[in-house]
């Protein structure tokens, strides 16, 4: 495959162990970094999009139990698959465990990893999605709309960078540099911690 080159193809569902599970997508964003991959040959073939959600179709006893949600739920996943034993995931900071680094030989991601690693559907721009058993889940609550909730992650973001890294609040003022969905999203984080003033530049 080609930069700048889309296919339409079909693969065949998997079978789901007990620690897993399948996702029908319901809606997928469209990140800044899906662009740059799309021009890229690199890591190969696969199915982009990793702000997810959609609704469980399948899924295991021991992944029932352990992420507390059922068939017909709808919820948001994560892109990482984090191993959840190294010092970054044991202190919460599992976007930086080297698993999901997809520099790394071997790591798995959704939507960056490719289609030769088994059974290919890491991408949400599918109509079915492969739960990991080490997947990031969250239950989305009800009557919020799958295309607000695919949201989620950019507004998280948002909220990590400007208020968690940049400890905007009350008497602070903020400078955001870009106002893609990434930028706005750290303006809705910093207006919801109190910041006085909103600073945002860029086209």
């Not at 948001?76 to 010092?87: T, V």
């Not at 599992?94 to 520099?103: A, G, I, Q, V, W």
């Not at 009350?170 to 909103?198: E, F, R």
Request: charged fraction near 20%; aromatic fraction near 6%; charge should be neutral.
């Amino acid at each position: 495959m080609r930069p700048r080159q889309t296919e339409l193809r079909e693969f065949a569902l998997p079978g789901i162990a007990p620690d897993a599970g399948l996702l029908r997508i319901d809606a997928t964003g469209i990140c800044g970094s899906d662009w740059p991959m799309y021009l890229s040959e690199r890591p190969g073939p696969r199915i982009l999009g990793h702000e997810m959600v959609g609704t469980i179709a399948k899924l295991g006893d021991v992944a029932r139990a352990r992420w507390g949600v059922t068939e017909g739920d709808v919820v948001a996943l994560e892109e990482y698959l984090p191993c959840g034993h190294c010092e970054y995931c044991r202190t919460g900071e599992y976007r930086s465990c080297l698993e999901t680094d997809t520099r790394v030989a071997g790591s798995i991601r959704y939507g960056s990893t490719p289609l030769t690693v088994a059974p290919a559907l890491w991408g949400g721009y599918s109509q079915y999605l492969y739960m990991h058993p080490r997947s990031v889940v969250h239950r989305v609550p009800a009557g919020i709309k799958p295309h607000i909730a695919a949201m989620a992650l950019p507004i998280g973001n948002g909220f990590q960078w400007a208020v968690l890294d940049g400890k905007a609040g009350p008497g602070k003022t903020i400078v955001i540099q870009g106002p893609g969905q990434q930028g706005l999203g750290c303006g809705i984080g910093a207006k919801a911690a109190g910041a006085d003033t909103i600073i945002g530049s860029g086209l």
